[in-house]
Structures are given as structure tokens and as C-alpha cells.
């Protein structure tokens, strides 16, 4: 497995280097076969990194130790359901899963793609196929997955007993497929530069793939966060981390990309900021390559810590970026836009949270990559944390919000800002309704969890009123209501659906921000702790085995007001051949928040253990929350133009329907 595996991988090279520099000749010097040849060479590479990544798949299936990977991410304790994780758990391995998922895209997208694209798809295969052959170069030569072992070991090194998670099976996959993902949408991009086009004609494929991307990194991030929370034992859910930054920053980029894609798409404008966030967006996915590879950011989240590796991807982010970013500032000035429209618009709302976003991602960038330029200089180890990113990050969310209720309302051109605002006395009410019940509950809590909680009642409300309004709900006959619900397209259902999540999400995170109880001690059995009104009672600890650990677990009986709620039975993990220990924390979910409890540390003879005891209040709103955007992500790529693209009007069209109510 290990030869053909390694052959695999440079047969695959071979064929990246062909469709990348033939794809390009053949379009310069029009010789079509030539164009079809490195097209198929595309579809045959995804073939040949099937090949390579069931080789690997296999080698770890049969704990084949010659393997210096397959030894270093298992042994023969691990249980087999976890082989799919210990393929991806380190550098080599997520490598090859980066370059198996990348070819499967590019295959898929050149495939697919409109036939508005056809004169500069060749491009778009030669910028793909630069990037797959980048990692494949990568693995040749610096990280090969399939390295042989002079001496074969009895038994191997085992997986971080921290990734034996459910949400592994997952979280890495998704997160690094959105990731390399976003090289689709930023080649379409390229493409539509290097071949002089200076239309829309990239932006339904960019799009599409743009909603892939976004839809991965998504559920990623969540599962990243459920993980964090369930397996690290701390009660929290992100903490900025330097790692978890690297996937954050992309999204919201892309995030910023999709709502300008809208913007080319119904009003021919924006042309040049959309092509510009494209790059920057690609940037920030390859900058967070760079920061897990690099060895420069010591995390849990990091695959290696080689810096040959990481300056090897430096230099490809500064050659594709300069590189873009040249070949922007050439075309650039022909991006011209024919579309105009008033500060006071659909487009200036759009616009205006393209600005909050990137500016937000701006912000994010400075917190994670200031410690590390610190060090370089000479200037000492800091550490920028949570209340940079808090007292960054959210002022510059709360405008986001309140405009994400008003835009939907506006009309295409030039909008008015009074009728728009008036159409939302209901949100306004919903969200002082929220912030004095927030106060009325928790009178003791930080004033911006009444702003958290008054801005998610006024996005989610807000963003029923704009269905309301697309629907004529109450204004027409209830028939004709139902007529227009189900012409309602699938991106509009989709919009509704992100922006509601997102603010289903906002009172999850306020609350289990703002509100969280914590309690810590020592207990012995028959002591207990009240949290939030919830008395913990600690039955004992004892010893139990596990298929590659022993483990100590803890049982706590949880009563409210004398009534039985539930036990919880909280573990600390020993895995002896991984030397390494794991918390495992009891949780109980329910809508109002939850019970969260962990077991540490033996103290004295008596029994006693350290204990921490939780209560975070709705947490689970924000698990949901992010669902329903991830939904709403879905359904919008169902939508019929994510196939055919969307239809074109004619200018005088476009001009005569602007000062009509904003449909999409």
C-alpha cells in the first residue's frame, strides 16, 4: 500500500502539471485538443487521489507500522472506528485529504460549469490545478504520507486521545474542505481576469461554490465548538484561539462575498470589490494552512510543527496572492459597473455589512497575527485573548445586525429609510421586549447582554416581517398569501433561514456568554453544590475500564427544589500507550440551558475529587441557531439558478424595475 500510494501521488502530480500548463497553452495558442486533454486530465486526477487516499485508508486498516504515519496516528488499541480520524489526525494525512477533496471540487466544478464560462474556464483549470499541484509538490517532497520506517515498530505511537470525539468524524473533514473550497470561487474569479472578461459571467459558478464553502465552514466551526465544549471540560465554546481564528476569518470573508455576488447578480455593480473579496477570502483559507502548518501557533488544533513546511506555504501565499492581487490591479480599472445607486438602498445596505465584515476579519487577523510579528522583532511573548476580540469584534456585529433587519426592506437604486423603518415597529417592540425581560431575569447581568438579547429579538422578528412583506401577509386575500409563499424562490428561503439562524444563534452565545454559572471545588461523596438553583449532590467516583483507557468516573445526582432532574456521570480518561489524559464532561441539554458537570484531581484520602460545576444558560440555542444558517445554506443551493444560472435582464429591464420592492 505504501508503493502504490506513493506512485499514486506522483502520477498525480504529473497529471496537475499538465492540465495546469496545458489548459493555459492550449488557450493561448488555440489549440482546442490540447484544451480537452488537460480537461480530461482533471477528471482522470480525481481517479488517481482516490487511489492514494484509499491506500492510506488501508494502511491504517491493517496497522501497517512500516508506514511512518500509519505508526505515528495509531496502534493496536485504537477501536477501527476511529481509523477515518487517525487518516486526517496529523500533517501528512490531512494533506492528502486537502488534495483528494480539491480535485473532486475542480472535477466537479469544470463539469458543471455554465456555459457563460467556457472562454475562461481554461484559466480556472490552470488556477485550480496551480493550487492542487502546490500540495501535491508539498507531500512529495516534505510530507509524503507513505514514508517508509527503516525498523517496523511492534506497535505505534496511537491518536490524540483528544480527537477520539464523535465530532471528529466531522468537524476536521468539513472544516478543511470549506477551506480549500473557497480555491473554486477564487479561481472562477481569476479566470474571468486572465481571459479579459470583465462581465458577470464568473459570478453564478463563483457563487455556487462560494455557498459550498460557506456552508462547510459553517458546520465546522460548529462542530469545532460542540467538540470544545464537550470534550475539554472548561464549559465554554470558543476562546479565540489562535486556530479556530484561521477557519473564522475566511468565513466571514466569504460571507462578505456571497451578499456582494448578489449585488453583480441583480444590479450589475461591484464588479471589481466582489472579484477583490474573492482574493482576499482564498488569502485568508491559505493563511490559515499556513498557521496549523507552520509551527508557529502551539495549539491543539495544529497538524505540525515543521517550519520548512510553513514557509514552503508562505511562499506559495505570497507568489498566488502578489500574483492575484497584480493581476487585479491590471485589470482592474476595465471592471466597470453600470449599475448606480443611492447610500440608501438595497445595495448600501449590502454593501455596508461588506464593510462591517471584512473590517471585522481585518480586526481578527490584527488580534491572531500581532503576538506573532511581536516575537519576530524582538519584542517579547504577549498573548491577545477574549477581551481584545469582545471589545473588537461584537461593536462592530451590533451595526451588522441592526442592518441585516432594515436591507431586506429597502428597494433596489435608491430606497427610503422611514417607510423601511416603520414596517418594523414590531421589531422594535420585540426587541425592548427582550432587553427588559433579559433585565427582569437576570438583573445582575452585564448590559451587553440586554443589547445581545434586544438585537437577536429584532433580527429574528426583523426578518419575519420581511417574509411578511415579500408574502403581502394581511395585505392580500389569504389565497393569494399562499400563492406567493410558494413562489417564493429557494435563495429567498434560504436568506430567511440564515438570518433567522443567526439570530436564534446571537441569543444562544449572549446567554451562555453573559450568564454562565460556575462553581469549583473539592467534594467528597455526600457533599453538594448549588448552581443556578440546581443542587449537585456528589455520589463517589470509581474506576471503570475503557477499549484503549481506564478511566475515573463520577456520578452526581442534580435536584431543583427537592424533585429529581437527572444524574450525570462526568469521566477523566487515562490512555497509557498515548500518555495522555482527557476530560469527558457530563452534560445535560435542556431549552433554557444546561447542566454541565466535570470530575479532575483526587484530593486527600477521603474520596474528595476537584469538581466543576456549570450552568449555561442557552447554549443549545446557539447549536441550533448555526443549524438553521447551515439549512438555510442548503436550500438555497437548491435553488434552480445554482444550476442554470440566474436569468439576465436587459439594462432598460434592470433600470425599470429598481424603484420596485426588493425581491431576492
Given at each position: 500500500?505504501a508503493?502504490?500510494?506513493?506512485?499514486s501521488?506522483w502520477?498525480?502530480l504529473a497529471?496537475?502539471s499538465y492540465a495546469?500548463?496545458g489548459?493555459?497553452?492550449?488557450?493561448?495558442?488555440?489549440v482546442?485538443?490540447?484544451?480537452?486533454?488537460?480537461?480530461?486530465?482533471?477528471?482522470?486526477?480525481?481517479?488517481v487521489?482516490?487511489v492514494?487516499?484509499?491506500?492510506?485508508v488501508?494502511?491504517?486498516?491493517n496497522?501497517?507500522?512500516?508506514i511512518?504515519?500509519?505508526a505515528?496516528?495509531s496502534?493496536?488499541a485504537?477501536?477501527?472506528?476511529f481509523?477515518w480520524?487517525?487518516?486526517?489526525?496529523g500533517?501528512?494525512?490531512?494533506?492528502?485529504?486537502?488534495?483528494?477533496v480539491?480535485?473532486?471540487m475542480?472535477?466537479?466544478?469544470i463539469?458543471?460549469?455554465p456555459a457563460?464560462?467556457?472562454?475562461?474556464?481554461?484559466?480556472?483549470?490552470a488556477?485550480?490545478?496551480?493550487?492542487q499541484?502546490?500540495?501535491?509538490?508539498?507531500?512529495a517532497?516534505?510530507?509524503n504520507?507513505?514514508?517508509?520506517?527503516?525498523?517496523?515498530?511492534?506497535?505505534?505511537?496511537?491518536?490524540?486521545?483528544?480527537?477520539?470525539?464523535f465530532g471528529?468524524f466531522?468537524?476536521?473533514?468539513?472544516?478543511?474542505?470549506?477551506?480549500i473550497?473557497?480555491?473554486v470561487?477564487?479561481?472562477?474569479?481569476?479566470?474571468?481576469?486572465l481571459?479579459?472578461?470583465t462581465?458577470?459571467e464568473?459570478?453564478?459558478?463563483?457563487?455556487?461554490?462560494?455557498?459550498?464553502?460557506?456552508?462547510l465552514l459553517?458546520?465546522?466551526l460548529?462542530?469545532?465548538?460542540?467538540?470544545a465544549y464537550?470534550?475539554?471540560?472548561?464549559?465554554?465554546?470558543w476562546?479565540?484561539?489562535?486556530v479556530?481564528?484561521?477557519?473564522?476569518?475566511?468565513?466571514?470573508?466569504?460571507?462578505a462575498?456571497?451578499?456582494?455576488a448578489?449585488?453583480v447578480?441583480?444590479?450589475?455593480t461591484?464588479?471589481?470589490?466582489?472579484?477583490?473579496l474573492?482574493?482576499?477570502?482564498?488569502?485568508?483559507?491559505?493563511?490559515?494552512?499556513f498557521?496549523?502548518?507552520?509551527?508557529v501557533?502551539?495549539?491543539?488544533?495544529?497538524f505540525?510543527?515543521?517550519?520548512?513546511?510553513g514557509?514552503?506555504?508562505l511562499?506559495?501565499?505570497?507568489?498566488?496572492?502578489?500574483?492575484?492581487?497584480?493581476?487585479?490591479?491590471?485589470?482592474?480599472?476595465?471592471?466597470?459597473?453600470?449599475?448606480?445607486?443611492?447610500?440608501?438602498s438595497?445595495e448600501g445596505?449590502?454593501?455596508?455589512?461588506?464593510?462591517?465584515?471584512t473590517?471585522?476579519?481585518a480586526?481578527?487577523?490584527?488580534?491572531t497575527?500581532?503576538p506573532?510579528?511581536?516575537?519576530?522583532?524582538?519584542?517579547?511573548?504577549?498573548?491577545?485573548?477574549?477581551p481584545?476580540?469582545?471589545a473588537v469584534f461584537?461593536?462592530?456585529?451590533?451595526?451588522?445586525?441592526?442592518?441585516?433587519?432594515?436591507?431586506?426592506l429597502l428597494?433596489?437604486k435608491?430606497?427610503?429609510?422611514?417607510?423601511?423603518l416603520?414596517?418594523l415597529?414590531?421589531?422594535?417592540?420585540?426587541?425592548?421586549?427582550a432587553?427588559?425581560?433579559?433585565?427582569?431575569?437576570?438583573a445582575?447581568g452585564?448590559?451587553?447582554?440586554?443589547?445581545?438579547?434586544?438585537l437577536?429579538?429584532?433580527?429574528?422578528v426583523g426578518?419575519v416581517?420581511?417574509?411578511?412583506?415579500?408574502?403581502?401577509?394581511?395585505?392580500?386575500?389569504?389565497?393569494?398569501?399562499?400563492?406567493?409563499?410558494?413562489?417564493?424562490?429557494?435563495n429567498?428561503?434560504?436568506?430567511?433561514l440564515?438570518?433567522?439562524?443567526l439570530?436564534?444563534?446571537?441569543?444562544?452565545?449572549?446567554?451562555?456568554?453573559?450568564?454562565?454559572?460556575?462553581?469549583?471545588?473539592?467534594?467528597?461523596?455526600?457533599?453538594?453544590?448549588?448552581?443556578?438553583?440546581?443542587?449537585f449532590t456528589?455520589?463517589?467516583?470509581?474506576?471503570?475500564?475503557?477499549?484503549?483507557?481506564?478511566a475515573?468516573?463520577?456520578?452526581?445526582?442534580?435536584a431543583?427544589?427537592?424533585r429529581?432532574?437527572?444524574?450525570?456521570?462526568?469521566e477523566?480518561?487515562?490512555?497509557?500507550?498515548e500518555?495522555?489524559?482527557?476530560?469527558?464532561?457530563?452534560?445535560?441539554?435542556?431549552?433554557?440551558?444546561?447542566?454541565?458537570a466535570?470530575?479532575?484531581?483526587?484530593?486527600?484520602s477521603?474520596?474528595a475529587?476537584?469538581?466543576?460545576?456549570?450552568?449555561?444558560?442557552l447554549?443549545?440555542?446557539?447549536?441550533?441557531?448555526?443549524?438553521?444558517?447551515?439549512?438555510?445554506?442548503?436550500?438555497?443551493l437548491?435553488?434552480?439558478?445554482?444550476?442554470?444560472?440566474?436569468?439576465?435582464?436587459?439594462?432598460?429591464a434592470?433600470?425599470a424595475?429598481?424603484?420596485?420592492?426588493?425581491?431576492?
Amino acid at each position: 500500500m505504501a508503493d502504490l500510494g506513493a506512485i499514486s501521488l506522483w502520477i498525480a502530480l504529473a497529471l496537475s502539471s499538465y492540465a495546469c500548463i496545458g489548459s493555459v497553452v492550449g488557450k493561448l495558442r488555440g489549440v482546442p485538443a490540447l484544451v480537452e486533454s488537460s480537461r480530461k486530465a482533471v477528471y482522470l486526477l480525481v481517479l488517481v487521489m482516490l487511489v492514494a487516499t484509499l491506500s492510506l485508508v488501508t494502511a491504517f486498516i491493517n496497522r501497517d507500522f512500516e508506514i511512518a504515519y500509519v505508526a505515528g496516528h495509531s496502534n493496536l488499541a485504537m477501536p477501527y472506528g476511529f481509523t477515518w480520524v487517525a487518516f486526517y489526525a496529523g500533517n501528512e494525512g490531512s494533506l492528502l485529504y486537502i488534495a483528494f477533496v480539491l480535485s473532486v471540487m475542480s472535477a466537479l466544478a469544470i463539469w458543471l460549469a455554465p456555459a457563460r464560462v467556457r472562454p475562461s474556464l481554461p484559466y480556472t483549470a490552470a488556477t485550480l490545478m496551480l493550487v492542487q499541484t502546490f500540495f501535491l509538490v508539498v507531500m512529495a517532497v516534505m510530507a509524503n504520507p507513505f514514508e517508509k520506517l527503516a525498523v517496523i515498530p511492534l506497535d505505534g505511537q496511537g491518536i490524540n486521545p483528544l480527537l477520539t470525539h464523535f465530532g471528529m468524524f466531522f468537524h476536521p473533514p468539513a472544516l478543511m474542505a470549506g477551506l480549500i473550497g473557497i480555491t473554486v470561487p477564487f479561481a472562477f474569479a481569476i479566470g474571468a481576469l486572465l481571459a479579459g472578461k470583465t462581465g458577470d459571467e464568473w459570478v453564478d459558478a463563483g457563487r455556487t461554490w462560494g455557498i459550498i464553502s460557506w456552508v462547510l465552514l459553517a458546520s465546522g466551526l460548529l462542530l469545532g465548538s460542540w467538540w470544545a465544549y464537550t470534550i475539554l471540560g472548561w464549559g465554554g465554546f470558543w476562546f479565540w484561539d489562535p486556530v479556530e481564528n484561521a477557519a473564522f476569518m475566511p468565513w466571514l470573508a466569504g460571507t462578505a462575498l456571497l451578499h456582494s455576488a448578489v449585488v453583480v447578480e441583480k444590479r450589475d455593480t461591484l464588479k471589481g470589490w466582489t472579484i477583490f473579496l474573492a482574493i482576499v477570502t482564498f488569502a485568508l483559507s491559505l493563511l490559515g494552512t499556513f498557521l496549523v502548518r507552520s509551527g508557529v501557533l502551539t495549539s491543539v488544533h495544529a497538524f505540525a510543527t515543521d517550519p520548512a513546511r510553513g514557509a514552503f506555504i508562505l511562499v506559495l501565499l505570497l507568489v498566488v496572492i502578489g500574483g492575484s492581487l497584480a493581476l487585479f490591479a491590471w485589470r482592474g480599472p476595465s471592471l466597470a459597473s453600470t449599475g448606480l445607486f443611492q447610500p440608501i438602498s438595497r445595495e448600501g445596505s449590502l454593501l455596508l455589512n461588506n464593510l462591517l465584515l471584512t473590517t471585522a476579519a481585518a480586526a481578527v487577523l490584527l488580534g491572531t497575527l500581532y503576538p506573532l510579528f511581536l516575537d519576530a522583532v524582538g519584542g517579547g511573548k504577549v498573548s491577545v485573548g477574549p477581551p481584545f476580540f469582545n471589545a473588537v469584534f461584537l461593536p462592530l456585529m451590533a451595526p451588522m445586525v441592526a442592518t441585516m433587519a432594515v436591507g431586506p426592506l429597502l428597494t433596489w437604486k435608491r430606497g427610503e429609510l422611514g417607510p423601511a423603518l416603520t414596517r418594523l415597529w414590531v421589531a422594535f417592540a420585540a426587541l425592548a421586549a427582550a432587553a427588559v425581560l433579559a433585565w427582569a431575569v437576570v438583573a445582575d447581568g452585564p448590559l451587553f447582554a440586554l443589547l445581545g438579547m434586544g438585537l437577536a429579538a429584532w433580527l429574528f422578528v426583523g426578518t419575519v416581517v420581511g417574509f411578511a412583506e415579500r408574502v403581502k401577509l394581511f395585505r392580500v386575500p389569504l389565497p393569494e398569501t399562499l400563492r406567493r409563499i410558494g413562489r417564493v424562490p429557494r435563495n429567498a428561503w434560504g436568506m430567511t433561514l440564515a438570518h433567522g439562524g443567526l439570530a436564534i444563534a446571537i441569543a444562544g452565545m449572549t446567554g451562555a456568554g453573559a450568564w454562565k454559572v460556575e462553581t469549583i471545588q473539592a467534594m467528597k461523596p455526600g457533599d453538594t453544590a448549588t448552581v443556578a438553583g440546581f443542587t449537585f449532590t456528589f455520589e463517589g467516583a470509581r474506576q471503570v475500564p475503557g477499549p484503549n483507557y481506564s478511566a475515573t468516573r463520577g456520578t452526581f445526582t442534580v435536584a431543583r427544589d427537592g424533585r429529581p432532574v437527572v444524574t450525570l456521570r462526568p469521566e477523566k480518561r487515562d490512555y497509557p500507550v498515548e500518555r495522555s489524559l482527557t476530560t469527558e464532561a457530563a452534560i445535560h441539554p435542556t431549552i433554557f440551558g444546561d447542566l454541565y458537570a466535570v470530575i479532575g484531581d483526587a484530593q486527600g484520602s477521603e474520596g474528595a475529587f476537584v469538581t466543576r460545576l456549570y450552568f449555561n444558560p442557552l447554549v443549545g440555542w446557539m447549536w441550533g441557531g448555526i443549524l438553521v444558517m447551515v439549512a438555510g445554506g442548503m436550500v438555497s443551493l437548491s435553488d434552480r439558478r445554482h444550476r442554470v444560472g440566474a436569468p439576465k435582464t436587459s439594462r432598460a429591464a434592470a433600470g425599470a424595475r429598481a424603484g420596485a420592492p426588493a425581491r431576492a
